[in-house]
C-alpha cells in the first residue's frame, strides 16, 4: 500500500474522547501560590471554633510544592490521590486547593465522602457522580459491594471506571498505602489509576489537638 493511500485512510477516522473537563492549569509563581494557599487556609480555619494558626512546616512544605507542581499543569490532566496518616492535614489541604481552582479557574470539585458512597448514590443518582470533578474524601473506605435483591452491585467501582472512559477527573485522600488501595479496588481499576492518578504521600502526624 503507498504512503499517500495510508495517510488518506488514516485522514479518514476522526476520533474524540468525551471530554468533559480539560483542567485549565494556572501560571502562577511558587512564593505566591505559598502565600495565597496560606491566606485560604488561615481563612478556613478562621471559620471554626477552634481558632488555629495555620502551619507550614517541613511535613506540609512538600505537600503545598506538590500541588503547586499539579496546579501549573506539571501532571497535564491527571488527578492525584493524597495518602497519609490520620490527621495530617490531607482533608484541609485539599479543600484549600480546590477553593483555589474554584475562584481562579471557574471549575468546581464536588465534594463526596466514600464512606458516605452507597447511600448517597442511591439517591442521587449514578450520573451525578460519573460527570463531575470529585474530590473524594477517605478513597477505600467505601463498600465495594452493595446487596440488592437481585445481583450484588459494585456502585463505586462503576462510578470510577465510567470516570476512566470519560476522562473526568478525581481528586481524593486516603489513609491507605497505595498497596492496600489498589488490591480494595482490584487490578482492573488499579491499572487505570496509573492515567487517572498522581500519587502524593503527605508526611507528618496527626494535627489534632
Ligand atoms: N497546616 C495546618 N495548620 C493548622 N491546622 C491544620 C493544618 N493542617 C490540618 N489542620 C487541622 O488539623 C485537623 C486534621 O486535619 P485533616 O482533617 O485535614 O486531616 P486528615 O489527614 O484529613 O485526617 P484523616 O486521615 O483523619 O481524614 C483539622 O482540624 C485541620 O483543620
Ligand atoms: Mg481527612
Same mark, same amino acid.
Given at each position: =500500500?503507498?504512503?499517500?493511500?495510508?495517510?488518506?485512510?488514516?485522514?479518514?477516522?476522526?476520533?474524540?474522547?468525551?471530554?468533559?473537563?480539560?483542567?485549565?492549569?494556572?501560571?502562577?509563581?511558587?512564593?505566591?501560590?505559598?502565600?495565597?494557599?496560606?491566606?485560604?487556609?488561615?481563612? =478556613?480555619?478562621?471559620?471554626?471554633?477552634?481558632?488555629?494558626?495555620?502551619?507550614?512546616?517541613?511535613?506540609?512544605?512538600?505537600?503545598?510544592?506538590?500541588?503547586?507542581?499539579?496546579?501549573?499543569?506539571?501532571?497535564?490532566?491527571?488527578?492525584?490521590?493524597?495518602?497519609?496518616?490520620?490527621?495530617?492535614?490531607?482533608?484541609?489541604?485539599?479543600?484549600?486547593?480546590?477553593?483555589?481552582?474554584?475562584?481562579?479557574?471557574?471549575?468546581?470539585?464536588?465534594?463526596?465522602?466514600?464512606?458516605?458512597?452507597?447511600?448517597?448514590?442511591?439517591?442521587?443518582?449514578?450520573?451525578?457522580?460519573?460527570?463531575?470533578?470529585?474530590?473524594?474524601?477517605?478513597?477505600?473506605?467505601?463498600?465495594?459491594?452493595?446487596?440488592?435483591?437481585?445481583?450484588?452491585?459494585?456502585?463505586?467501582?462503576?462510578? =470510577?471506571?465510567?470516570?476512566?472512559?470519560?476522562?473526568?477527573?478525581?481528586?481524593?485522600?486516603?489513609?491507605?498505602?497505595?498497596?492496600?488501595?489498589?488490591?480494595?479496588?482490584?487490578?482492573?481499576?488499579?491499572?487505570?489509576?496509573?492515567?487517572?492518578?498522581?500519587?502524593?504521600? =503527605?508526611?507528618?502526624?496527626?494535627?489534632?489537638?
Amino acid at each position: =500500500m503507498a504512503a499517500t493511500s495510508i495517510n488518506n485512510i488514516v485522514d479518514s477516522m476522526s476520533f474524540s474522547t468525551p471530554d468533559i473537563v480539560r483542567l485549565k492549569f494556572l501560571n502562577i509563581n511558587y512564593n505566591v501560590f505559598k502565600e495565597l494557599f496560606q491566606k485560604v487556609g488561615q481563612k =478556613m480555619l478562621d471559620t471554626s471554633p477552634r481558632n488555629r494558626k495555620f502551619e507550614i512546616d517541613a511535613d506540609n512544605t512538600p505537600t503545598i510544592k506538590f500541588l503547586h507542581e499539579w496546579i501549573s499543569g506539571k501532571y497535564g490532566n491527571k488527578g492525584f490521590l493524597i495518602s497519609g496518616k490520620i490527621g495530617c492535614g490531607k482533608t484541609f489541604f485539599v479543600k484549600i486547593i480546590v477553593e483555589i481552582f474554584k475562584a481562579l479557574r471557574k471549575t468546581e470539585f464536588y465534594f463526596i465522602t466514600a464512606r458516605n458512597f452507597n447511600r448517597d448514590y442511591s439517591e442521587k443518582g449514578f450520573k451525578y457522580y460519573s460527570q463531575r470533578p470529585l474530590l473524594i474524601d477517605e478513597f477505600g473506605r467505601n463498600e465495594n459491594k452493595l446487596k440488592t435483591y437481585g445481583n450484588d452491585e459494585t456502585p463505586f467501582i462503576d462510578m =470510577m471506571l465510567e470516570k476512566y472512559e470519560n476522562n473526568s477527573i478525581i481528586i481524593a485522600t486516603s489513609n491507605y498505602k497505595i498497596e492496600t488501595l489498589e488490591e480494595f479496588y482490584g487490578q482492573l481499576l488499579a491499572d487505570r489509576f496509573k492515567e487517572m492518578l498522581v500519587y502524593h504521600i =503527605m508526611k507528618g502526624d496527626t494535627r489534632r489537638k
